[in-house]
């Protein structure tokens, strides 16, 4: 929850001045939440974001919030075979930069093979704070992010937007 707050309190205070603002939003409604669709709801509540629309049918529901002038949360499920996978995506029109290349290094890895110029995607297992590589080489670390999520990161460049995506690959 303090890592939730604190994040929730950076994105509030970085306004206009912000050198990543879709990051900082990211890391608020995305990543403190673990893209829990409960704690995204309740981030952009937090700071007043208005729903602007449903989308999708029932396989593939998803929500959108606007938080801010020129961001939008979206969270959602999408059909992965046995299982729906959750994500949170936020985005913003095109440009935001700083932001991608935060995301990247955020990952802490190196990414996936099919990732181009406009795409990458990241997988990743979180053990204390750090982002190991989804094949992990070192026995010990292996061992500790046995029982740990795997996640994936998408950042993506378009005509039309900036997003930044997080799913948890592993069924809650």
């Known amino acids: 929850m303090r890592r939730f707050a604190f994040a929730l309190l950076l994105f509030c205070s970085t306004g206009a001045e912000a050198k990543a603002p879709l990051f900082d939003a990211f890391l608020a409604f995305c990543a403190a939440t673990h893209a829990d669709p409960d704690g995204v709801r309740a981030a952009v509540a937090g700071v007043h974001g208005r729903q602007t629309f449903p989308v999708g049918g029932a396989k593939s529901p998803a929500t959108v919030w606007k938080p801010g002038r020129a961001l939008w ?100």
């Not at 935001?96 to 990732?115: F, I, K, T």
Request: charged share 25%; hydrophobic share 40%; proline share 6%.
């Open 73 to 172: 949360v979206t969270i959602g499920a999408y059909d992965a075979g046995r299982s729906d996978r959750e994500f949170c995506t936020v985005s913003s029109p095109p440009g935001d930069e700083a932001s991608l290349a935060a995301a990247r290094e955020w990952a802490a890895v190196a990414p996936n093979g099919h990732s181009g110029s406009t795409f990458a995607s990241y997988q990743f297992r979180e053990v204390r704070g750090r982002h190991f590589a989804a094949t992990l080489e070192d026995a010990a670390v292996r061992a500790a992010a046995s029982d740990r999520p795997l996640w994936s990161l998408g950042v993506m460049r378009g005509r039309r937007g900036t997003f930044i995506t997080l799913t948890p690959e592993t069924p809650r």
